[in-house]
């Protein structure tokens, strides 16, 4: 079965730091795809980002940054100056092909908030 | 462009009442179509998915039924709803071609 652990429930950061959400993933897919979404306030869910197994490139994408070990089966996410809008819940998912489509398993979400 | 609409946005239900949250895509044809819920504090959980009219696969048993009438429209619906239905429910569509997923706007339940 497909798990997604993100241990870190609830972080507190000033503006203007950085800060590494984790994401750790269980899967026994070979091929598979990593996501990260934002969950503002409002509730929407907001796509960040999508990975792909075969693909161990870090992305940076802004403030936003992205790093994929396989090794260690980790999806981490930085945020570099993070910004007051930057607070939100973030979950780290994993999909896998089942009966004909994706389905997602997501993690717990890590709360983030960021503080003058 | 594919969009993903669902409805109502809030629902405030009495114990025992029945409930029919409605979830709509435009701009594709015979999309696979989930329905997920999140309870407050807690993360995202598959209730149901379904790849076509018809077809429903459920996740965990439970006191909801899906049902998908039409292509693009997939209904969660339940007869008599518990106050542990409460949650926030989102339905998911898989864009195969961006080989993402992408949810409606969601909708906030509270069973009172």
């Known amino acids: 079965a497909q798990k997604v652990t993100q241990a870190q429930t609830e972080i507190s950061v000033v503006e203007k730091e950085d800060v590494t959400l984790d994401c750790v993933y269980e899967t026994r897919d070979t091929t598979y795809y990593l996501f990260w979404y934002k969950q503002p306030p409002s509730g929407e869910l907001v796509f960040l980002i999508r990975r792909n197994s075969f693909d161990e490139q870090n992305e940076i994408s802004g403030r936003y940054s992205w790093n994929f070990q396989k090794s260690t089966s980790s999806f981490n996410f930085t945020i570099t100056a993070s910004q007051v809008v930057d607070s939100a819940v973030y979950f780290c998912a994993l999909s896998e092909y089942k009966g004909g489509g994706n389905k997602l398993t997501f993690g717990t979400g890590t709360q983030l908030k960021v503080e003058l | 462009s594919q969009t993903i609409h669902q409805w109502p946005a809030t629902l405030v239900q009495p114990v025992g009442s029945p409930l029919s949250l409605e979830c709509t895509v435009e701009g594709t044809s015979n999309p696979n179509l989930y329905w997920y819920r999140q309870a407050a504090g807690r993360g995202l959980q598959l209730l149901f998915y379904s790849v076509g009219i018809g077809q429903i696969s459920s996740e965990v048993p439970q006191n909801l039924s899906a049902s998908r009438p039409q292509d693009r429209q997939f209904i969660l619906s339940s007869k008599k709803l518990l106050l542990s239905d409460s949650g926030f429910y989102l339905c998911?569509?898989?864009?195969?071609?961006?080989?993402?997923?992408?949810f409606g706007e969601g909708s906030w339940l509270t069973v009172v």
């Open positions: 998911a569509w898989p864009d195969r071609a961006r080989n993402t997923i992408y």
